[in-house]
């Protein structure tokens, strides 16, 4: 399998978050780095410092040569996705061809109610969600797009230029809902990613993939498979690669190791190290 690294951009600083990312540029072991797109913390005080994902993402990716970049994942409900396709150009033309767009449905309550965007039912959510996903790919592969949805209306719209990645930047899509986040996964994307769990309960969304794929006569294969991996304050890197282990035993492709805050880049070599002597390394990667 093959290993990546997430810094949350909440509860530290810009400088923390530079750092990290600068010295895992020179570190083969991470084939990319993730932030998030929130606006407050979570799973801890929202109230908390929290930077504006996008934004780091970009400044990130003119700070690096070789990581690929991404947020995982990108609520579609906060930006229009014709908005959103115009950044994720930007920053696919800023990072020489290295975004990953990593998207989903949408979920937090509390930002979207202060900030009065509209989350709406869970239905919705994912009727507008599905509808996005085709904007984005329309915007970012074709000279012109129309549309005509229940929540978005294009005419003749144009997306220049474009990234330099054909036909578009890899879309990740993370969650793990069966009856939709799966099935949308398998028509429109090009990486999923489960957010966490047991190796049997990956096992059985991975499963329920497949099925979404076959029914659409799509190769699972094309779709890569990806877990966040949780490392504490306290530095656990036996466990994240026990984690990972059983994760790879059931299907993993890539391991997104996630480091809690405060971010500090002496937690990477050590974390290199160990994912290297794991024996989970693929032979194409960390050599």
């Not at 497949?210 to 656990?236: F, M, Q, V, Y």
């Amino acid at each position: 399998m093959r290993f990546a690294f997430k810094t949350s951009p909440q509860n530290t600083t810009w400088p923390q978050m530079l750092a990290v990312w600068q010295q895992a540029d020179d570190i083969d072991v991470f084939e990319s780095g993730w932030t998030f797109d929130h606006f407050y913390p979570i799973l801890t005080d929202t109230t908390g410092p929290c930077l504006e994902g996008w934004t780091t993402l970009t400044a990130l990716a003119q700070a690096t040569t070789r990581l690929r970049v991404g947020t995982l994942v990108t609520g579609i409900h906060y930006r229009h996705p014709a908005v959103l396709a115009n950044m994720a150009a930007a920053v696919d033309i800023i990072s020489n061809g290295r975004l990953e767009l990593g998207i989903g449905a949408g979920w937090n309550e509390q930002e979207s109610g202060d900030y009065g965007i509209a989350l709406g039912s869970i239905k919705q959510r994912f009727d507008r969600f599905e509808e996005a996903c085709q904007v984005l790919i329309s915007l970012l592969s074709k000279e012109t797009t129309d549309y005509s949805g229940t929540y978005y209306q294009l005419s003749g719209a144009r997306n220049e230029p474009k990234g330099p990645q054909r036909p578009h930047p890899p879309i990740c899509i993370g969650g793990s809902g069966e009856k939709r986040t799966l099935r949308i996964t398998a028509r429109y994307a090009q990486h999923w990613n489960f957010v966490g769990g047991t190796p049997e309960e990956f096992a059985r969304k991975r499963g329920v993939l497949a099925a979404h794929c076959t029914d659409i006569g799509r190769d699972p294969k094309e779709i890569t498979l990806s877990a966040h991996l949780w490392l504490s304050p306290e530095r656990n890197y036996r466990q994240v690669l026990d984690n990972a282990a059983g994760l790879a035993a059931e299907g993993l492709d890539l391991g997104i190791v996630y480091i809690a805050p405060p971010h500090d880049p002496a937690v990477l070599e050590p974390l290199a190290e160990a994912i290297r002597e794991s024996g989970l390394l693929s032979d194409s990667a960390g050599s």
